[in-house]
């Protein structure tokens, strides 16, 4: 029978038992098995994980535990000065881009109206998501642990909240996209992008009022919805503000 040591790090502990959050704990095993498989075993899918030390030395996901073992497991820019490191996270995206799972609907929308290419389906099960991440190097975001722990996925991120305003504050913070906002360059609805387009070449399609207030209108180029800054466009300004300013 084998004893090892865990200690997990900052927002990893979310997918812990109380009794284990912020402390060492001891576990025993028959076999000694990967780091991975134990890891996600406690509960954290291993694409939140970015660095794994075993008595002080960096491991991959392949390590195998051996009696007495004490390992540290580390989220995203929770790395200690040791070296050599072993990064078990690919390289970030210069341009990040996401698919979400269809419990975020939401969030879709406002990580469009940042300006961030995002995918959303009401209706997508669990292999298709894990294509188009893949494929497409696309951050998956999901409330679905089970999802995240998918061997095949490279990209992922746990959303802890569960009000929309709450879950892209989080998103924001965590995956550090704040200077990375070009905001209202995106359609809501479809993830198209958005260009300006000449007032009477939409005239018919708008409200009335809005034909009688408003002088500048800008179109998705993909659905062909039209956008202007209405009330709505207010409200959404004074988000982005708030999350930029975090």
């Given amino acids: ?4 040591s865990f200690h997990f790090y ?16 001891a576990r025993q095993y028959p076999l000694p098995g990967s780091v991975k498989d134990a890891i996600e075993n406690l509960g954290v899918p291993h694409i939140e994980v970015d660095l794994i030390l075993a008595n002080g030395v960096s491991v991959d996901f392949d390590y195998r535990l051996g009696d007495g073992d004490r390992i540290a497991v580390y ?14 996270r690919p390289a970030p995206l210069r341009r990040p881009r996401f698919v979400l799972d269809c419990h975020l609907g939401r969030l879709a929308r406002h990580l469009r109206m940042l300006g961030f ?17 893949v494929s497409q190097r696309r951050i998956l975001l999901s409330r679905d642990r089970g999802l995240l722990k998918h061997g095949r996925l490279q990209r992922g991120y746990f ?10 504050t989080e998103v924001v913070e965590r995956l550090q996209l704040r200077h990375r906002f ?11 992008l958005l260009s300006a ?6 005239l018919q399609r708008l409200p009335e009022n809005t034909r009688r207030y408003f002088r ?3 179109q998705c180029t993909d659905c062909a919805r039209v956008y202007w800054k209405g009330s709505h466009y207010q409200r959404m300004q004074q988000l982005v503000r708030e999350l930029a300013a975090r």
């Fill in 216 to 218: 500048d209108f800008f």
């Fill in 10 to 25: 900052r927002e990893l502990n979310d997918f812990l038992p109380k009794q284990w959050r912020q402390r060492e704990f």
């Fill in 117 to 133: 290419d995002t995918l959303f389906y009401r209706h997508c099960d669990d292999d298709t998501l894990l294509e188009i991440s």
């Fill in 159 to 168: 959303v802890r909240a569960t009000a929309p305003k709450l879950q892209i």
């Fill in 197 to 202: 387009v000449d007032r009477e070449a939409v």
């Fill in 75 to 88: 989220p995203l820019c929770e790395s200690p000065d040791i070296s050599p490191l072993t990064r078990l």
């Fill in 182 to 192: 070009t905001p209202f360059s995106r359609c809501l609805a479809c993830n198209g």
């Fill in 1 to 4: 029978m084998l004893s090892v």
